[in-house]
Structures are given as C-alpha cells and as structure tokens.
C-alpha cells in the first residue's frame, strides 16, 4: 500500500502538473517527489502519470485513482482533527469560496462579525467564479462555497441564504421603472465569462454573448458601472451591492411582468467533521440578510 506522503504528493502533482511546482509546494526536492512518485507507481503496479505530456497528465489509471486519494487523504485529516482536539490544542481551519459579486457586498459587511464570533477559526476567504467552487468542493480544496443556486448535487448539502432582486444601472433613463424591451436600446456592458451574473443577464435579457460594436467585459461591477456613466447603456446589479439606493438603480420588469432575482446559497459536502462551524457562517449570513419574501412576480435566474 502507498503511504499517506505519496498520497499527498500525487495530489499535488496532480493540481500543479509540473514537478517542480509540485515539489516547491510540498516542500521537498524534485529528485525526492519523483522517487517517491515511482515508487508508488511500482507498488500499484501501473503508470499514475503520463511523464510525456506537458503539462503532465494523469493517466486513465491515475484518474481513477484521485479520487480515492482524494477521500483516504480527506479521512486522514479527520484523524489528525481528532487527535489535537483530544490534546485541546485544535485550531480548526474552515476555507471558504464565494462568488465575486456576493463577496463584493458579503465580505465587507461579514468579516469582522465572523472574525468576532468565531474566534476558535482560521477562516480563509476566496474569490472564486460558480464553476470553480463547484471544482474545488469536488476536490475538497475548500469547505464551505456561497454562490448563486439552483445547484443540484448529491455529494453536497444545499442551504438558502437569501434572496435579491438584480437591479439595472441605467442613468440614461428617467423611468423609474425599465422593461426588457426598453433595455433592449441600450449598449449592455457585461461581467467577463464565467460569471453567473453574466450568464443571468444575457438569458432575462436575451442578449447575444458577443456584440459587433466597441465593446468592454470586466469582473469588476464599479468598473462596469464607470463604463456605462461614461458611454450610457446599462449594467445589471444585484440589490445588497447597491449602497445609496439613487434613480440611476431601475427595477426591471419582463414582458410578463416578472421581476429578476437570484437566490444565494450555501454548498458544504455532505460528509464534514467541520459543520457546526459551517452552521455558523450560514446561520449568520440568513441572521444579517433576512430572507426576502418571494412574491408571484420574481423571477428567480439560473446561474447555468
């Protein structure tokens, strides 16, 4: 059987695909994780990696393989977890992932609160697009992700945090109010691929994902809110990121009347010796936001 240090070396052989940078991160020589990956290799008695490649690859057998690695290296932790806590010198570690345009508004309004009431916890906090959450609790690179749902996964407990209406930045318009078809007369500007908000808006407002004209995408939302002061058009905002609520913020409305909104979740694994500390960030997030009453007009967007 490999040993634990194999395992570990194979794991981040595999998030690094390079030898080098996945020596430099587990901290030992390149020579030392190469033998260490051959002998693992000879004790399997099959190819993890496909040394031909670059980047390097794992092989099929190696794919098979990660996620055991994944799993056994994951229980392991739980050991480690148990033993110092029995010793009462445990400092658990939570890492959590969150979309960009929550953290925009959640992080600033949070931390502090999270840094007061959980004392006991290294909290480590990330900017990380939907796919990439999803990624990384797969690959139990992080704990805890908060992102726009519906997301449907066996593997991972779902909770809702809260919900809010997605507004238009328009100061162009005097209306006091903006339907689909109006916004369809003016330049949209656009959060860079990847972002859900982007997906959501091209959908509610049936945009093409390219234009013809000059054109800018961003992953900054005040950026894009400076483009659209300066050249008119609109961007679209989720509500808790709007400070000073002004009339340059419009509600939107479809054809049928229905009002654009997002619904903010939580996602952990099923399986976690870290929930009751996962159950306090997400009963403080519902706690600070409350949860907006949903009524027969929102119009709830998919992030897909």
Sequence with gaps: MISIQQMQYILALSE???????SEKCFVTQPTLSMQLKKAENTLGSPIFDRSTTPLELTLFGESLLPIVRDVLSEYERIRELTERQKGNFNERLRLGIIPTVADYMVPDMFNQWKRELSHLQLSIVEMKTEDILLALDQKRIDLGILAGPVNDRKLRTTVLFQEEILAFVPE????EITTEDLANHHPWLLTS????????IHFCSLRSEHDDWNYEGGNMELLKEMVGLNGGYTLIPERSVGKRTADYKRIRSAIGE????????LSPNRTTKWGSVEQIVRSVQLFYGEKKAGEELKLLSWE
């Design 16 to 22: 690094e695909q390079h030898f080098q940078r996945a």
């Design 173 to 176: 318009s005097s209306a006091s």
């Design 194 to 201: 990847g972002n859900c908000l982007r997906t959501q808006m």
């Design 259 to 266: 009002i654009p909104a997002r619904q903010i979740i939580a």
